[in-house]
C-alpha cells in the first residue's frame, strides 16, 4: 500500500533562517506531489505541485519554493524565513494515470517562526 | 477561476439530529467534487467523492449542478462525527490540482 511521509512534525527557526521541509511516498510511482499551507478559517492554499521530476509549478508568489530531486521525493524550502511563513504545512500526492484523483495527505509540519 | 465556498465555520448539532454541511462551488467545466474530513490529532482523510455515489461513515452527498451545490448530509449525527469538514473541486486539468473550501467544524453535542 502507499504511504507518505513527512517531516519534522514540528519545527521552530528564527527570522531569516533557510528551511528544508521533506516529504516522500512510498508505494507508488511518479505520482503528482503537492504542498499545501493550512490557515485556521481560510482553508488549505495550494503552494506547489508537481507532477515529475525536476517539475515544478508555484501556485502563488512567495518567499518559498520547492523542488523534486527524485520520483517520490517533494522538498519545500526557503533561503531567508519571515514571520509570515510560520504556519502549518502538509504535503500530499495523487495518482497520474486518471484524472480527478483524489489525494492523500501528510501529517503536516508546524513552522513556527520566532 | 474555480471557488469552493463553505459557509459555516462552526457547526453544532445534538447527537441524533440531522447534519447538513453546506458547500458550493463555482466552476465553468465539469467538476470532480470531493468532501476531506480531519479528526482529532489526525491527518486529513478523502471522506467521499462524488463520482463514487456511496455511503461513508452514513454520510453521502450529491453533486446538484443546477444550485453548484455538494452538501453533506447524515441522518442522525454520532459523537464520533465531530472533526473538520473540508469540500473539494477537482477541475481535471494538470496535476489533478483540488481547490478546497474553509472548512466547517462540526461539533456534536450529547
Known amino acids: 500500500s502507499q504511504t507518505i511521509h513527512q517531516w519534522p512534525a514540528t519545527l521552530v527557526q528564527p527570522v531569516g533562517s533557510p528551511l528544508s521541509l521533506e516529504c516522500t511516498v512510498e508505494g507508488t510511482s511518479n505520482p503528482n506531489l503537492y504542498w499545501y499551507r493550512q490557515a485556521a478559517g481560510r482553508g488549505l492554499q495550494l503552494l506547489f505541485y508537481?507532477?515529475?521530476?525536476?517539475?515544478i509549478s508555484s501556485e502563488v508568489p512567495q518567499n518559498l519554493s520547492a523542488s523534486r530531486p527524485q520520483d517520490r521525493q517533494f522538498i519545500l524550502s526557503s533561503k531567508k524565513l519571515l514571520l509570515s511563513d510560520s504556519g502549518f504545512y502538509l504535503c500530499?500526492?495523487?495518482?497520474?494515470?486518471?484524472?480527478?484523483?483524489?489525494?492523500?495527505f501528510g501529517d503536516g509540519t508546524r513552522l513556527s517562526i520566532l | 477561476a474555480q471557488r469552493v465556498t463553505q459557509p459555516e465555520k462552526l457547526l453544532s448539532v445534538f447527537k441524533g439530529a440531522p447534519v447538513e454541511l453546506k458547500c458550493n462551488y463555482s466552476y465553468s467545466g465539469s467538476p470532480e467534487l470531493f468532501w476531506y474530513v480531519q479528526y482529532s490529532r489526525q491527518r486529513l482523510q478523502l471522506l467521499l467523492r462524488h463520482i463514487s455515489r456511496e455511503s461513508i461513515k452514513g454520510f453521502t452527498a450529491d453533486l446538484n449542478k443546477g444550485e453548484t451545490s455538494f452538501h453533506l448530509k447524515k441522518p442522525f449525527a454520532q459523537e464520533e462525527d465531530s472533526a473538520m469538514y473540508y469540500c473539494a473541486l477537482s477541475g481535471g486539468r494538470g496535476g489533478n490540482k483540488l481547490t478546497f473550501g474553509t472548512g466547517t467544524q462540526l461539533k456534536v453535542e450529547l
Open positions: 500530499a500526492w495523487s495518482r497520474t494515470d486518471l484524472s480527478n484523483q483524489p489525494q492523500h
Open positions: 508537481s507532477v515529475g521530476i525536476g517539475q
